[in-house]
């Protein structure tokens, strides 16, 4: 490891074993930022028993991200250890492109970015306002049906239905992915130990909770099965209908196929967690920042009624003509970067960035976080400015490279499409119909909790009273 060290950037000094994740605290975005301004925007960080190269700024990243050399990822990650086979998002080479050639295309037969898609997500959003309904204008945790909304997005995509609140399976496969994701930077850790220790430590069961997988795994393995028994290749519903009629072909032509029910699975696991985690997030922070600047709330409000008015639901085409709640969206992304730490790739031969050389299989750390508050790209990156993303008269919304909350390049996040899709319709839904206030004072602190996705570290308890 130490004539490894020698070959890649300078940076700080760790452990023997453990690294130095002990020193990056319950913040590690923000301590690997601040470690930029002695190492600068470029260095090595050794996490677990791997050395790990950092970007740390919008020039490193794209300087990366635009280079083939960076398109890997490790032999094994936090989800990899969880199961025993990939998934599109920690497959490599000609497997990963295939893969991920084969999703898009299962989606955009689906209806993927079209309104048929919309129409779905509108439907489930009439489930969560009656909820809130229901409320009366008191107090809720938003968060409490924020999670079965958003996962019943990928539940039909999947699966092609959705799965009642209260459905006793869906509850425990939610709580393990909400639990999952608070955990995840033990588990990251974990994953950065020898794979023999890590899934010896995951097989104990004190990290994970195992009736949760166990109820995860029973959900996947069920509706696979059942879709294997009804497929009708020339009606796909869904995208295990989409999968398993791809793998038909497939396995015709080449019975050693990478198409398997394993991958499907695997899959259809990552969709999920990856899916609804992340959109529901980003909708929170949206919420309570609209609760902690009323007057941001009030100009969407305007733009809401002049544009849609309160006798429809709004589409995604909407957005063309509401330039300054796109802007809001746009700054909740960057200002609360939903996914701080870009997920671990791994370099497939000898490459360079900014002058720096990294030797191949070198694992590789981008800091979305640094290039969200990049002062070289953002004016007073600490403040929440909407205006940034507007032109001077506020008529347009600016296109900035550097805003990257999807990642960048070749392997940004496969599910981009649906995620702009449903956070612009659960915004806009909700604040057609309530004002939003928070229950408390504690609520508007704004304070995070690094996870799977920089979540709220308080319950977002909020007040939603109709408009008309």
């Not at 999968?243 to 499907?264: G, I, S």
């Not at 006798?311 to 003509?321: E, Q, T």
């Not at 408390?440 to 319950?459: I, Y």
Request: aromatic letters at 10%.
């Amino acid at each position: 490891m130490i004539q490894e060290r020698q070959r890649l950037p300078s940076g700080p000094v760790g452990l023997p074993v453990v690294g130095y994740s002990p020193f990056l605290g319950q913040h590690p975005h923000k301590a690997i930022t601040k470690l930029g301004d002695k190492y600068g925007s470029v260095f090595t960080l050794q996490l677990g028993v791997n050395n790990v190269v950092v970007l740390n700024d919008w020039e490193a990243a794209r300087d990366a991200f635009n280079k083939d050399a960076f398109l890997g990822k490790p032999l094994h990650t936090a989800f990899t250890v969880l199961t025993e086979a990939k998934s599109l998002i920690d497959e490599n080479g000609d497997v990963w492109r295939d893969q991920r050639r084969s999703a898009l295309q299962v989606l955009r037969d689906l209806g993927f970015g079209k309104g048929s898609m919309e129409e779905r997500i509108i439907d489930e959003i009439s489930y969560l306002t009656k909820c809130i309904d229901e409320t009366n204008g008191e107090p809720m945790d938003i968060h409490e049906v924020l999670v079965p909304s958003m996962s019943n997005n990928i539940s039909h995509l999947l699966f092609g239905h959705r799965f009642d609140y209260n459905e006793p399976r869906r509850k425990i496969f939610d709580k393990f992915l909400d639990e999952t994701s608070s955990r995840f930077s033990i588990i990251g850790t974990i994953a950065m130990s020898p794979i023999w220790f890590s899934k010896i430590f995951f097989k104990l069961g004190n990290i994970i909770n195992r009736s949760g997988f166990d109820a995860m795994v029973s959900i996947f393995e069920s509706e696979i099965s059942s879709h294997r028994k009804s497929l009708d290749t020339n009606n796909k519903r869904d995208y295990i209908d989409g999968y398993l009629a791809e793998m038909e072909v497939r396995q015709r032509k080449d019975p050693n196929t990478h198409f398997t029910l394993k991958a499907l699975d695997a899959n259809a696991r990552a969709f999920f967690g990856a899916g609804s985690e992340t959109v529901r997030t980003t909708t929170e922070w949206l919420l309570l920042l609209s609760a902690k600047y009323s007057e941001h709330q009030k100009r969407i409000h305007e733009e809401i009624d002049s544009v849609v008015g309160r006798d429809r639901s709004p589409c995604y085409a909407d957005r063309l003509h509401m330039p300054f709640t796109q802007a809001f969206i746009n700054e909740v992304m960057r200002y609360k970067t939903t996914i701080p730490v870009n997920l671990m790739r791994r370099t497939t031969e000898d490459t360079s960035v900014l002058g720096h050389f990294i030797p191949k299989d070198t694992q590789v750390l981008a800091n979305i976080w640094a290039v969200h508050n990049d002062p070289k790209v953002w004016h007073k990156p600490q403040e929440f400015s909407p205006k940034r993303f507007l032109t001077s008269d506020d008529k347009e919304v600016i296109k900035i490279d550097a805003w990257i909350p999807f990642s960048y390049g070749k392997r940004n996040c496969v599910g981009e499409t649906l995620g702009r899709v449903e956070v612009f319709l659960y915004f806009v839904s909700l604040l057609q119909k309530y004002t939003i206030s928070a229950a408390n004072d504690e609520v508007l602190t704004l304070e995070e909790r690094f996870g799977l996705s920089l979540q709220p570290k308080h319950k977002p308890i909020l007040i939603f009273n109709k408009r008309y």
